[in-house]
């Protein structure tokens, strides 16, 4: 299997689309992380659901988590409005590393060992087509789509 056979098509937001917007999509689609893509379709950076969440929570309850346990249960249930108003781009670690980017010809083992170096949930594939300007985005490949395929290989 080549990662080109692998990739799926997957949503991707900007780094200027809304955060909120964003949380919906990762909601409505179950997905572990978004591709995010720069301006011109090529992979920016992954925004993990995690540091989703960690956007929702006040910074003093990331610096100590027993102060969650004073904040009510009205207030903690509105969580998600602190993404109003706020950018994909905000919600970005400020030192975010470069998406995982696998070779349209790259095989399954070489997308298993990129995910497992760089601990991804996912994998872009990217067609360079001998010009590293433009790359086109040919598909994402997540952690739980490799494992199902690889599974079935194996059967």
């Known amino acids: 299997m080549r990662a080109r056979d692998l990739a799926v098509d ?3 937001v ?3 689309s809304e955060a ?3 949380a919906r999509l990762m909601v409505q689609h179950r997905l572990p992380g978004l ?3 720069d301006e011109q ?3 920016a ?3 993990p659901a995690s540091q989703m969440i960690k956007c929702l929570v006040p910074g003093y309850v990331v610096e100590d988590p027993t102060l969650a346990a004073v ?3 009205r207030h903690a249930d509105r969580l998600c409005q602190s993404l109003a108003g706020r950018t994909v781009r905000d919600c970005l670690p400020k030192t975010a590393p470069t998406p995982p980017v696998a070779a349209p010809d790259d095989t399954a083992l070489e997308v298993a060992a990129l995910m497992a170096q760089v601990r991804s949930p996912l994998v872009a594939v990217v067609d360079k087509n001998n010009d590293e300007t ?3 985005l040919l598909g994402v490949i997540t952690a739980s789509h490799l494992l199902e395929r690889l599974l079935l290989a194996a059967s």
Do not use: Q
Request: net charge negative; proline share 4%; aromatic share 4%.
């Open 10 to 12: 997957y949503e991707t």
């Open 14 to 16: 900007s780094l200027d």
């Open 20 to 22: 909120l917007d964003a």
């Open 35 to 37: 591709l995010v893509v």
């Open 41 to 43: 379709g090529a992979p």
């Open 45 to 47: 950076a992954i925004l």
């Open 71 to 73: 904040v009510d249960e």
């Open 134 to 136: 433009r790359a086109r």
